[in-house]
Every structure is written in C-alpha cells, then in structure tokens.
C-alpha cells in the first residue's frame, strides 16, 4: 500500500507561498454562497449555485467549492508550470515543489482561494486537496480513531468529531487546530471510506469563521 498522506501539514503551509501570486479575484469566504447543495431536480449529487465541481474518475474523487477558488488537477495539471506561474523562486520554489509532490503521487486535486491571503492576519491560503487511496475496508469510527492519533502527532487539538452521511456513504469528519510555521492552523478533514480505498479530504485556513464553508464543500464530495 502506497504511504498515506492524510495531513497537510507541509502542503498547506507551503500552499500559502505557491498560491501568493496566482491570479484571481480576492474573495471574502464570509460571502460564499451557503446553498444545500441539490438543485430543482431534487439530486443531491448536484453541485450547490456560485459553486463548480472539481475532480473527476482518476483523482477517485469530486467535490464542489465556490467558483471564485482556483483548482489544480494534479492528474492532468502541470505542476512544474504551475510552479512557474507562481512566481516563486530559489529555495520557496523547491520548498513548494517537494511538498506537493505527495500529491501528484496520490492523482490528487488541489484548489485555494485567491482572496484568502489579504483577509489572512498571517497571508496564508485558505486551500483543499482531496484523493483517494487504496485500503481494507474499515469504518467511520475507525478512521476517526486512526486519524485523530496521526493529528496528536501535529500536536493537534481535535475540537469536533462526527459521522455524516456523504454521498450515500457513512463518512467520518474531524475538526482541529494546530501550530506549523507560527500559524495556528485551522482543519476540517472528512474521510470516505469504500470497497478497496479510502477518500480524503482535508481543508486548512489561519481564519475564524470558515467552518459553515468547510462542511458545506465537505458534504459536497462524491465518489464517481
């Protein structure tokens, strides 16, 4: 089994750096749209008004977020032209190149908000991934337990745990905070578990108040 990659502990730090000179229109996340997401039809696999869909068969995974965010397909994208694109340079660049590495290895989709870095107090990113690996299959409960004992590793503080149903599936969904480079990181990851894999999808920002975002993108992840 391929080495997991559950935390973004490196990747979401190092994302603030990569994501600093994308182009995008800022975004205040106060603002997103808060829709359930399900449209006229009465489909509840549909994806939420001012919000667009992002993965697809070979990252294991879709999941919606707010259209003003920028999506990067790490199956598909060019990740050293992203890197150029950047702006970055010298040792940021190789910095940003190696954390996201475990990413491209794991066919992940990565995506951030562009105006995340002005209301930051710390001009960090607010940023997704998700991707899917394969596993045996296991609970919701299990998953909780597991990945709670790998965030005690971050010195992590998980605040809330629950089980909600995602895409038909009994997912598991943990909230915590911790310290990484003198930013007090705030995430929310859910984990799906299914026949022969286990999907994940961890969100990451310094800023209070994005936890009604957090949920709303996280009961929009499905599993084609």
């Not at 996201?100 to 908000?113: H, R, S």
């Not at 919701?140 to 005690?152: D, H």
Request: hydrophobic share 35%; proline share 7%; glycine share 10%.
């Amino acid at each position: 089994m391929r080495k997991r990659y559950p935390i973004v502990t490196s990747t979401g730090v190092v994302a603030l750096a990569l994501t600093a000179s994308c182009a995008g229109d800022p975004a205040d996340l106060a603002n997103a749209p808060t829709v359930s997401p399900k449209t006229a039809t009465g489909r509840d696999d549909a994806t939420p008004e001012g919000f667009k869909r992002i993965g697809g068969p070979a990252n294991g995974l879709t999941v919606a977020l707010p259209r003003s965010w920028i999506a990067l397909d790490l199956t598909r994208d060019d990740l050293e032209g992203g890197l150029k694109r950047s702006g970055l340079t010298g040792r940021a660049l190789e910095q940003a190149r190696q954390s996201l590495q475990p990413l491209v290895i794991n066919k992940a989709v990565w995506a951030f908000d562009p105006g995340s870095r002005q209301t930051s107090p710390s001009k960090f990113t607010t940023n997704l991934n998700g991707y899917c690996q394969p596993s045996a299959t296991t609970s919701a409960q299990e998953l909780i337990s597991a990945a709670g004992k790998e965030l005690e590793q971050l010195n992590a503080k998980v605040t809330q745990t629950s089980t909600p149903q995602i895409s038909g599936i009994k997912a598991a969904r943990l909230v915590y905070s911790f310290p990484a480079g003198g930013l007090q990181i705030k995430g929310t990851q859910f984990y799906l578990p299914a026949p022969g894999k286990t999907c994940t999808l961890t969100l990451s920002t310094d800023q209070d108040g994005k936890q009604r975002l957090f949920d709303q993108i996280g009961e929009t992840t499905r599993l084609p």
